[in-house]
Antibody, heavy 117, light 107 residues
Framework: QGQLVESGGGVVQPGGSLRLSCEAS????????MHWVRQPPGKGLEWVAV???????KYVDSVKGRFTISRDNLVNTLFLQMNSLRNEDTAMYYC???????????WGKGTLVTVSA | DIQLTQSPSFLSASLGDRVTITCRAN??????LAWYQQKPGQAPKLLIY???TLQSGVPSRFSGSGSGTEFTLTIGSLQPEDFATYFC?????????FGQGTKVEAK
């Protein structure tokens, strides 16, 4: 079935940077597109970015030019480099495999990012 | 971008009630619609994908229906563990988008 474990969250000042990681285990990581989804405290879900198994990438408009999604298939890890952070980026960040697409949907427990002065 | 509108935003119901939540898209999404359940402090849990396919391990009281731009999640008989927030998501195109959520509370 598999497991996803996020890390790297924390408190950062506006304008700062943070790098999130998501370690995958129990499945063939390199065969799957991997996503980041975020959820501000008490609010709804927002899809952030995807990296396909072949390295193709897409982003939501609000993070384009500031966030970079990447993956290292050798160590089964997904990354999200977040630069120029804003207050509105404060959220729980989840990594996910095939979210909502097939029975292979899999989510991590999330890592919390707080942007505050 | 595809916009999803869920209704209602809040729903009060009693145990055993039949509960229906609607999700409307502003354009066709080829039935590429998923439904999630989320409880406080937990990641979303997939209930339904491709509009009506029940995810493995999900109780059969949950069902999805609809096509085109209008979709429905039905809970046949509300159980105590079903009090939660429910989200729809379209996976037809990027950026993926979610409905704003429906919180199901005890009456």
């Amino acid at each position: 079935q598999g497991q996803l474990v996020e890390s790297g969250g924390g408190v950062v000042q506006p304008g700062g940077s943070l790098r999130l990681s998501c370690e995958a285990s129990g499945f063939s990581f390199s065969n799957y597109a991997m996503h980041w989804v975020r959820q501000p405290p008490g609010k709804g879900l927002e899809w952030v970015a995807v990296t396909a198994y072949d390295g193709g990438k897409k982003y939501v408009d609000s993070v384009k030019g500031r966030f970079t999604i990447s993956r290292d298939n050798l160590v089964n890890t997904l990354f999200l480099q977040m630069n120029s952070l804003r207050n509105e980026d404060t959220a729980m960040y989840y990594c996910a495999r095939a979210p909502g697409e097939t029975t292979e949907d899999l989510w991590g427990k999330g890592t919390l990012v707080t942007v505050s002065a | 971008d595809i916009q999803l509108t869920q209704s209602p935003s809040f729903l009060s119901a009693s145990l055993g009630d039949r509960v229906t939540i609607t999700c409307r898209a502003n354009q066709g999404i080829n039935n590429y619609l998923a439904w999630y359940q989320q409880k406080p402090g937990q990641a979303p849990k997939l209930l339904i994908y491709f509009a009506s396919t029940l995810q493995s391990g999900v109780p059969s009281r949950f069902s999805g229906s609809g096509s085109g731009t209008e979709f429905t999640l039905t809970i046949g008989s509300l159980q105590p563990e079903d009090f939660a927030t429910y989200f729809c998501q379209q996976v037809d195109s990027y950026p993926r988008t979610f409905g704003q959520g429906t919180k199901v509370e005890a009456k």
